[in-house]
């Protein structure tokens, strides 16, 4: 088996170590995390230091790539371009759940995490570095852009296209053939039936804008 190391030790790293164990596809090296102290164990797995470490990883170690476990969207893109630019050859790989429900007829990129009790239907895309978080539903012929999240309990119906960097918070609901625009975070509960444009924060029942909101604007 190939081994890997996960990026990022907090909350969604236990999820992923969860997932990459129940799948027994990979070994786990340890973990990299740029704030924890390099030595410290998180369920069995050692912190081996900061993200400095992968190219060496790499090269004498022989890890193939890993995950990022890192929740927040534009957070984890940083961290994945700062990867990237270290280490052109590590591979992403997408983390699974053995229990999510994923029909026929999709389109799964690179360093993608599903968890369990997600269901996702068919003929939907989900770009690079998305997260779809427990018991999380995505419609048919949807499509998510890159480093979009659902959080635990969204359920989003058929052909919705949810933009880049975008969060759908916990339990909120998103009828048919809805767009929801980039870097915008629908709030907790809301229930969205008109498209949302980019940059906003939107909630209630029905979803309206409630602000403005920045690239990078910390939303957890
Ligand atoms: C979108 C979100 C970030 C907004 O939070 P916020 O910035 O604290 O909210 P605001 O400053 O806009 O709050 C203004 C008011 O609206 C309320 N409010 C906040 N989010 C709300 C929501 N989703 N629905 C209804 N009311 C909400 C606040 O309690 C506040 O009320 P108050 O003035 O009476 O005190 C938050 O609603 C949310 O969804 N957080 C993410 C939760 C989540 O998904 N966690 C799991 C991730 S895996």
């Excluded at 990026?7 to 999820?15: D, E, L, P």
Aim: some cysteine; glycine content about 8%; proline content about 4%.
């Amino acid at each position: 088996m190939d081994s890997i190391v996960i990026i990022g030790a907090s909350g969604h790293c236990k999820v992923i170590i969860d997932i990459i164990e129940k799948r027994n596809e990979y070994i786990i090296m340890g973990l990299i995390d740029s704030y924890k102290t390099a030595g410290e164990n998180i369920m069995g797995y050692p912190i081996l230091g900061n993200e400095s470490l992968i190219p060496d990883l790499l090269n004498t170690q022989k890890i193939i790539g890993g995950i990022i476990a890192i929740g927040d969207n534009w957070v984890r893109s940083e961290m994945c371009d700062i990867i990237k630019a270290l280490a052109p050859t590590f591979k992403f790989i997408p983390a699974i759940h053995p229990n999510a429900i994923l029909y026929n007829n999709l389109h799964i990129q690179e360093g993608v995490v599903i968890m369990a009790g997600a269901i996702v239907n068919s003929g939907s895309t989900i770009e690079a570095f998305c997260f779809l978080n427990t018991k999380a539903s995505l419609g048919h012929d949807s499509i998510m852009h890159p480093y979009a999240s659902l959080a635990p309990n969204v359920t989003i119906a058929g052909q919705v296209e949810i933009g880049a960097f975008s969060a759908i918070s916990i339990s909120a609901t998103i009828s048919n053939a809805i767009k929801i625009g980039s870097h915008t975070v629908i709030g907790a509960s809301a229930l969205v039936l008109k498209d949302v444009e980019d940059l906003v924060v939107a909630y209630g029942i029905p979803a309206k804008k409630i602000r403005s909101r920045r690239i990078g604007d910390v939303y957890l």
